[in-house]
């Protein structure tokens, strides 16, 4: 297999990378199925963050020690192998420790094993670099998935339910709106904030 | 060739790595997981007899509030206040497994309560046998001489509960599941 080295830079570069100007989410619009489920709750979001970082982190750290020993042939199924070992555990660990989480995440902490990020990053970058900066650019798009997840959460849950993370913060005659406890009201939030981080990185899409 | 070897080498070195790290988790979390789901039967069954309880004192509440039977390898959980009686029922749906456990009156046939635990049905139809709204038409009805849920019915009759509409061979699986476990039950609660 050919790999491309690509040119090293600076951790903070590349923390700067995933956290805005190739954010996963606002910028790559990938893993938005689970960034929308999750979404209406600020506790179940910091949980699908911490467990997505968790699991990038520890498949491109894989990957990239793994990387001159991978037959390309088998290239994509050692990701997924990996990967679904990591979710598992996850999982494992939140059925154990944290329960109730577990229940309210449901089958989305299984689905991490199709979240695009992971697989992306682990083919864009872990399988070309050594593992140091595979773990920087895995952290950096974890961290950059999760802090989408929890800002639109706390925008949905406060005006769903008047709380952020079961705290009352609205008045108790809020009126709840409950479309933002649904899918939709997640589409609504996430769109806005994918053009608000669109508009501050001046990242658009040009037309040909 | 040597690329085949080397491939085949990989996929086992690769197999071995990845269920080191699952053995190693499952040792880490089995009995703690086990403890769970043994905590949260516990408060179905604090909730089927309509006990409230919180984190801390799931277990207080449940020795202070139930006796366990064991009658004939079956466990029937018994509230120390009204005689009701909870037992598990499980079967095949159209998925899979349907389970959860069911409450009865003191005499053993009228239903106080039914809580599904596991389900796998179509999520909107089938999925539906496991909703509060759909178990909630069950309570106060007679297991005798048997539940019927029966479909387009004018009138219900004390033993008989709507079935789910656009999803028949659900509610015919729940129907079988809940008659086969209580004509079991009832015999050997009647033996004792």
Known sequence: MRLIK?????WYNIMKQGLSESNPIAIAVLGICSA???TNRVENAIAMGLGVTFVIIASSATISLMRNFIPSKVRMVTYMVVISTYVIAVQMFLEAFYSDIATALGAYVGLIITNCIVMGRAEAYAVKNPVHYSIIDGLANGLGYTYVLVVVAIIREMLAFGTI??????PDTWENWVVMAMAPGGFFI???????IRE?????EVVN | MRKYFETIRFVVILGLFTSTILLGMEYITNKKIEAVIAARFKQSVLEAHSLSYTQNNVNDIYEAEITELDLEDVTFYVSNTTGNITFEFSGGGVWGPISGIITLDSNFELIVNI??????ETPGLGGIVAEDQYLETFVGKSML?????IKDAITLENNQVDSITGATKTSDAFETILNTTYSTYKTIWDNQ
């Open chain 2, 145 to 149: 001489p048997s539940i019927d849920i």
């Open chain 1, 165 to 170: 993370l079961n705290y009352q913060v609205l």
């Open chain 1, 200 to 204: 501050l990185t001046k990242n658009y």
């Open chain 2, 115 to 120: 809580i599904v635990l596991v389900q796998e």
């Open chain 1, 36 to 38: 929308l489920a999750v």
């Open chain 1, 190 to 196: 996430l769109g806005m904030f994918i053009w608000l």
């Open chain 1, 6 to 10: 690509l040119k090293y830079t600076k």
